[in-house]
């Protein structure tokens, strides 16, 4: 791998030290994956191995496989890494499956969506 110039040496350093490490790639749409970083560019696209999803809906989580993921590196906010061998999770959290990860978003979003057109419809009361 070649780089430009010295302005990318920076980003190089950095991502370069987390290679063949397991981190944790938020994404701007608020997905959250889990991978070994295989490689990277000077874009920041990453190539997650053994990549899953995790999702988290109250104190239920789910990981859902996705294999090898290539990540394109403007929709990375976060990249952090993890430890191998110690869980990330706090103690209370429950591992379900799939199925039941996908009810409890799409409860979690038909409440939200409820929410705001309640708020919609209350908006003439004016609590402001």
Same mark, same amino acid.
């Given at each position: !791998? %070649?780089?430009?110039?010295? /302005? &990318?040496?920076?980003? %190089?350093? %950095?991502? $370069?030290?987390?290679?063949?490490?397991?981190?944790?790639?938020?994404?701007?749409?608020?997905?959250?994956?889990?991978?070994?970083?295989?490689?990277?560019?000077?874009? $920041?696209?990453?190539?997650? /191995?053994?990549?899953? +999803?995790?999702?988290?809906?109250?104190?239920?989580?789910?990981?859902?496989?996705?294999?090898?993921?290539?990540?394109?590196? +403007?929709?990375?906010?976060?990249?952090?890494?993890?430890?191998?061998?110690?869980? /990330?999770?706090?103690?209370? !959290?429950?591992?379900?499956?799939? =199925? /039941?990860?996908?009810? $409890?978003?799409? =409860?979690?979003? &038909? =409440?939200?969506?409820?929410?705001? %057109? !309640?708020?919609?419809? !209350?908006?003439?009361?004016?609590?402001?």
């Amino acid at each position: !791998m %070649s780089w430009a110039g010295p /302005e &990318d040496s920076l980003l %190089s350093t %950095s991502l $370069a030290s987390y290679l063949d490490k397991k981190l944790l790639v938020l994404l701007r749409d608020g997905r959250k994956l889990l991978g070994l970083l295989r490689s990277f560019d000077q874009f $920041a696209n990453v190539v997650l /191995e053994g990549a899953c +999803e995790r999702v988290i809906v109250g104190d239920l989580y789910c990981d859902i496989p996705l294999g090898l993921y290539v990540i394109r590196g +403007e929709n990375v906010v976060l990249i952090g890494e993890l430890e191998l061998n110690k869980e /990330e999770l706090p103690p209370h !959290m429950t591992l379900v499956p799939e =199925a /039941e990860i996908k009810r $409890a978003q799409k =409860a979690e979003r &038909d =409440a939200t969506d409820l929410k705001g %057109s !309640m708020r919609k419809r !209350m908006e003439f009361l004016d609590f402001d």
